[in-house]
């Protein structure tokens, strides 16, 4: 249903499903005397610093302790922090779900450039002004009233203090103050009011944005404009809605839905209204994309495991273009500008390239031949093709021109570059990249050239981002510790912010304006 980076799983997953959200717990752990020796009190975090150097047992060493310059530990119970001062090259650290309360053992380790804290029984902030390299903080769902002492983190660019009874001169004066320093921060009070307070409607005109959310217990499909403050539910049905996809004429959006037992292509009004089923079968089919016409919607089916490519028109009549074609499976379809054309990644024998099928007369043409092809993206001239490829072991954006069949590598680094997607006047490329550490976005010329950074949400997840018409501004998806929330970027200014936070599953942004 969407394609997504998580530096520890796989980079292309596929969820044919409208969202859930799953977490392990670490056992229970003893303090053990090598621990203790180590400087550690408390077992559970002994225990995750074991799991992580894959040292059940015996001395720890400081060469070893110093090796790790990140640690993920969600669920781990931790009360005591003490010993944590030990891995003093630790860049990234998550410990959320957790007992902790006080944050002194953190102040030595000057390193930290992102910071997970959430849902724990944390007050006091002040042992973090120490940490002038932190670029994130998550502390949600904690009891922290002042938000002074993080005033002086001069590098700190998102902050999420959600859920924290947080007092008046925090709300009235520093929380401005950290956005006009172009700080992102996400906030909503205990009580579920959204900071500033948000409004449950929106005349259908308004709709700027379209998003599915779980937050209301199964996903419903919401429009909301630009800010993101004023939003209205179009689906408003006890099943799962997902996947909204904007007709060209901006009259209907195509959705899937399981209300029929397993997720389906559906159709409606903006307004919600005259709900139509246009697929049936006992496998999943989800992830529509309307033709430029607005005759066809390409999707993804998901049979017996294996995602195929297929379309299909309101009279039910539907196509495989990955059976046709003879491909194991079939992922990534983009249709051209005109229509005429889809393009889309073919595997055969365990190998993927980016093939183009003609759609009136069923011409298949190879466009690459690298052998680990995907995310396909059309110039706006219909002329040439953005795709990732694998070559030596990391991934990264290549060009085609598909008049003179001339393929060029844009991107070269050591990290994965992946997701190209083409802005709508031909300027530039947007693509998602993990070259330095997590992944973000980074924009550059589409004849290649400088790459820009263009985010620095620091997120264990990117999902792929979609243009606005005026090709300004960029929606995109977060996933961080199973929450997923809504992004806005504007190419002009470099500044982002956040469109929802709310803890539950916000999938796929698409702008109307």
Same mark, same amino acid.
């Given at each position: 249903m969407r394609s997504l980076i998580a530096l520890t799983a796989a980079w292309f997953v596929l969820l044919p499903g409208c969202g859930e959200n799953h977490k392990s717990v670490a056992p229970e752990a003893n303090l053990t005397s090598e621990d203790f020796k180590a400087g550690f009190a408390d077992a559970n975090l002994?225990?995750? =610093?074991?799991?992580?150097?894959?040292?059940? @047992?015996?001395?720890? !060493?400081? %060469? /070893?302790? *110093?090796? $790790?310059?990140?640690?993920?530990a969600p669920d781990y119970y931790i009360d005591d922090l003490s010993g944590i001062e030990r891995l003093a090259n630790l860049e990234q650290l998550d410990l959320s779900r957790s007992?902790?309360?006080?944050?002194?053992?953190?102040?030595?380790?000057?390193?930290?450039?992102?910071?997970?804290?959430?849902?724990n029984r944390i007050t006091d902030v002040t042992p973090l002004i120490s940490l002038f390299r932190l670029q994130t903080l998550s502390l949600r769902n904690n009891?922290?009233?002042?938000?002074?002492?993080?005033?002086g983190l001069a590098n700190l660019h998102f902050v999420t203090l959600t859920g924290n009874p947080l007092d008046e001169i925090s709300l009235t004066l520093h929380m401005p103050d950290?956005?006009?320093?172009?700080?992102? =921060?996400?906030?909503?009070?205990?009580?579920? @009011?959204?900071?500033? !307070?948000? %409004? /449950?409607? *929106?005349? $259908?005109?308004?709709?700027?944005?379209?998003?599915?959310?779980?937050?209301?217990?199964?996903?419903?499909?919401?429009?909301a404009d630009r800010s993101g403050n004023q939003r209205v539910n179009l689906t408003r049905h006890p099943a799962s809605d997902c996947d909204p996809d904007w007709s060209p004429v901006r009259q209907q959006i195509a959705f899937a839905s399981?209300?029929?037992?397993?997720?389906?292509?559906?159709?409606?009004?903006?307004?919600?209204?005259?709900?139509q089923q246009l697929t049936a079968s006992p496998y999943a089919k989800f992830d529509p994309r309307w033709s430029p016409d607005g005759e066809w919607i390409t999707f993804i089916a998901n049979v017996e495991g294996v995602s195929d490519v297929r379309i299909v028109n309101f009279?039910?009549?539907?196509?495989?273009?990955?059976?046709e074609y003879g491909f194991e499976r079939s992922t990534s379809p983009a249709w051209s500008p005109d229509g005429t054309r889809m393009a889309f990644s073919g595997y055969k024998e365990g190998r993927s390239s980016i093939y183009i099928a003609n759609m009136d007369t069923g011409e298949l043409t190879q466009v690459s031949s690298t052998g680990y092809e995907n995310g396909p993206s059309w110039s706006p001239d219909g002329q040439r093709i953005v795709f990732s490829s694998t070559k030596e072991n990391n991934k990264g954006i290549f060009r085609?021109?598909?008049?003179?069949?001339?393929?060029?590598?844009?991107?070269?680094?050591p990290g994965n570059d992946i997701l190209p997607v083409w802005s709508p006047d031909g300027r530039l490329i947007v693509f998602v990249s993990d070259r330095y550490g997590k992944p973000e976005l980074f924009l550059m010329d589409s004849e290649g050239g400088e790459v820009q950074k263009l985010t620095r949400v620091g997120f264990t997840g990117l999902v792929?981002?979609?243009?606005?018409?005026?090709?300004?501004?960029?929606?995109?998806?977060?996933?961080?510790?199973?929450?997923?929330?809504?992004?806005?970027?504007?190419?002009?200014?470099?500044?982002?912010r956040a469109l929802t936070e709310n803890s539950a599953e916000d999938i796929k942004g698409i702008f109307l304006r």
């Open positions: 002994a225990e995750a =610093v074991r799991n992580l150097l894959q040292r059940p @047992e015996g001395p720890l !060493s400081e %060469a /070893e302790l *110093l090796s $790790i310059t990140w640690l993920a007992r902790i309360i006080d944050l002194g053992p953190l102040a030595r380790l000057t390193k930290l450039s992102h910071l997970t804290l959430d849902d009891g922290i009233r002042r938000i002074a002492p993080l005033a950290f956005e006009e320093r172009g700080i992102i =921060v996400a906030y909503r009070a205990e009580s579920g @009011e959204q900071f500033p !307070s948000s %409004a /449950e409607s *929106l005349p $259908i005109e308004e709709i700027e944005i379209l998003y599915a959310t779980n937050k209301d217990g199964n996903s419903e499909i919401y429009g399981d209300r029929s037992g397993v997720l389906q292509i559906h159709v409606m009004a903006l307004n919600g209204s005259g709900v009279q039910g009549a539907e196509r495989s273009l990955g059976q085609t021109d598909l008049l003179t069949g001339e393929t060029m590598n844009l991107t070269s680094s792929a981002p979609a243009w606005s018409e005026n090709g300004r501004e960029l929606i995109f998806e977060t996933i961080d510790n199973g929450d997923f929330d809504l992004f806005l970027a504007d190419t002009a200014t470099m500044e982002v």
